[in-house]
């Protein structure tokens, strides 16, 4: 009975430290997340069969409990902090060229807009981006419909 009991707790934290290690640090479903599923129902099944229904139930229940607390327990720890990306970015693009271009402004596309491309209008090179998803090829006239936040707005000019 000794030996079962044993056997069953192993295959229970083997599979609780596989579930953890996919969780934290293997993330998607991969082959420790399923041995460690495998080990808990395994174990927990074990038990159920060698030792008895109240074993059983003893042993699912302590199973959640102790599979929630290490859960819990890594959640806090600091030792996720060491692997966890914390930086902030605290610069942003700069798109001042876009206030020189106004709707109506006419240019030139620089490369394939397909449907979004690099376009010269007023000497400024920004991203521009066809109005209706068309596909424009290289130094094709365009005229500048709206000015966005990131890019211009186009279409053909014929």
Same mark, same amino acid.
């Given at each position: 009975?000794?030996?079962?009991?044993?056997?069953?707790?192993?295959?229970?934290?083997?599979?609780?430290?596989?579930?953890?290690?996919?969780?934290?640090?293997? !993330?998607?479903?991969?082959?420790?997340?399923?041995?460690?599923?495998?080990?808990?129902?395994?174990?927990?099944?074990?038990?159920?069969?060698?030792?008895?229904?109240?074993?059983?139930?003893?042993?699912?229940?302590?199973?959640?409990?102790? /599979?929630?607390?290490?859960?819990?327990?890594?959640?806090?720890?600091?030792? /996720?902090?060491?692997?966890?990306?914390?930086?902030?970015?605290?610069?942003?693009?700069?798109?001042?060229?876009?206030?020189?271009?106004? !709707?109506?402004?006419?240019?030139?596309?620089?490369?394939?807009?397909?449907?979004?491309?690099?376009?010269?209008?007023?000497?400024?090179?920004?991203?521009?981006?066809?109005?209706?998803?068309?596909?424009?090829?290289?130094?094709? !006239?365009?005229?500048?419909?709206?000015?966005?936040?990131?890019?211009?707005?186009?279409?053909?000019?014929?």
């Amino acid at each position: 009975m000794t030996f079962n009991i044993t056997i069953v707790a192993v295959v229970i934290l083997l599979g609780i430290l596989f579930l953890l290690i996919e969780i934290f640090l293997l !993330p998607g479903i991969s082959i420790a997340g399923i041995a460690g599923a495998l080990l808990i129902v395994g174990g927990i099944v074990y038990a159920y069969l060698y030792l008895g229904t109240a074993a059983g139930n003893i042993t699912l229940f302590s199973s959640g409990i102790v /599979l929630g607390g290490a859960f819990i327990w890594l959640l806090r720890s600091k030792s /996720l902090r060491k692997i966890a990306l914390d930086t902030e970015i605290k610069e942003s693009v700069d798109n001042s060229d876009l206030k020189k271009i106004q !709707p109506g402004d006419t240019g030139v596309t620089l490369s394939r807009l397909n449907p979004i491309g690099r376009v010269l209008i007023n000497d400024v090179v920004v991203e521009g981006k066809t109005a209706n998803g068309e596909l424009l090829g290289t130094d094709v !006239p365009i005229k500048a419909l709206r000015v966005d936040s990131h890019q211009v707005v186009v279409i053909e000019n014929n």
